[in-house]
């Protein structure tokens, strides 16, 4: 029996991958996608696009009547934690209504599974490595709102009965991202710093550490996971295990390219300063381990870089509150 799923995000990054690995399933794809962050270049041939936002909910309600979606994947969302301070009403009617607008469809349209990639920005400074029977904290309003999402859907279930599958991935990387993005995912930055022949810009004094995940770690366990029984209803951190310092990663970017790392430190901003996740619990339900290295993933991802070539850093012109903004983050 062939399947029929919404991916939302489709033409962004995790998306894209998201949808490559749903047609290899077998599935039929409509990708919903406003190309706000994404391009229809990502999409994968084979899926039939729709351009629109979550946010549209008759146009929501019209696809979910039109297509009859067994499984709904979530991945459509405004993922800048930093800038979320700033974007406060942008923030939570993208990540959060737009969130709901699914949902209540999916409820009365008796999706078979609903999967949501959360974040471990719900942690906060959580105790380290996060997992997922810890209770969350979340330090900025884009990780307020995933947390949200992922309140809702828990009652969802309770009152109507819709399965859910929640994933939070961390610092994902790979192939498709948007190295464009100023504002967000670090290694696309560095990458695209790089081939204008910028220095690689630093909040405070780099020491601070992430777990970088490539994008095939990540996409192949979501797609798959609405195969899996065990995995409804249920919780996952997704990504790599192993933190790295931001300085790091500068000097593996840098190498992949050729070059010495040149930086620039800014000052500290509000953030996470140490971010890891405990991933047992998906690995025993997954089966799934990533192999890969960071050194050979950044290589990967430099190899597409190179081809796309730089692109111009997009500014966001909607700032809501300009007091404590970043370094260079102003218009």
């Known amino acids: 029996m062939n399947f029929t799923s919404l991916i939302t995000g489709g033409a962004g990054f995790i998306g894209s991958h998201v949808a490559k690995q749903c047609l290899k399933l077998g599935h039929r794809v409509i990708v919903l996608d406003d190309l706000s962050g ?10 039939i696009f729709v351009k629109g936002s979550v946010t549209d909910a008759p146009l929501v309600e019209r696809l979910f009547d039109q297509y009859q979606f067994d499984y709904v994947y979530h ?32 409820i009365k349209h008796k999706v078979k599974c609903f999967v949501f990639t959360s ?24 990780g307020i709102s995933k947390y949200a999402v992922e309140l809702d859907l828990r009652a969802a279930h309770e009152m109507f009965g819709l399965n859910y599958i929640i994933f939070r991935p961390h610092n994902v990387y790979g ?6 993005d100023k504002y967000r995912n670090v290694i696309g930055i560095f990458m695209n710093q790089i081939m204008q022949g910028k220095p690689l810009t630093i909040f405070g004094d780099g020491n601070q550490t992430r777990a970088f995940s490539y994008i095939d770690d990540v996409a192949i366990p979501i797609s798959r996971s609405v195969e ?17 310092t931001v300085n790091y990663l500068a000097e593996v970017v840098s190498k992949a390219f050729g070059v010495k790392p040149q930086i620039q430190y800014l000052r500290a901003r ?10 047992q619990k998906s690995k025993k339900v997954f089966h799934y381990a990533s192999n890969m290295s960071l050194e050979e993933g950044i ?28 370094e260079g983050w102003g218009n």
Request: charged share 20%; net charge negative.
């Open 228 to 244: 899996i029984p065990e995995a409804y209803n249920q919780v996952f951190n997704i990504g790599a295990d192993k933190p790295y």
């Open 119 to 142: 974040s471990i920005a719900v942690y906060g400074k959580g105790q380290l490595p996060m997992t997922e029977d810890m209770t969350p904290i979340p330090e900025d309003p884009y």
């Open 270 to 279: 509000n953030e996470v300063v140490h971010a890891y996740a405990d991933h």
């Open 175 to 180: 192939e498709n991202q948007n190295i464009g």
């Open 75 to 106: 991945l459509a969302a405004y993922a800048a934690e930093g800038l979320s301070h700033f974007i406060r009403r942008f923030n939570y009617t993208n990540n959060l209504l737009g969130s709901v607008n699914l949902i209540n469809a999916s």
């Open 38 to 47: 994404g391009f229809e270049d990502h999409l994968p041939e084979g899926v």
């Open 299 to 326: 290589y990967r991802m430099a190899e597409w870089a190179k081809k796309v070539g730089p692109r111009k850093s997009q500014e966001f012109h909607n700032i809501e509150i300009r007091e404590n903004l970043p």
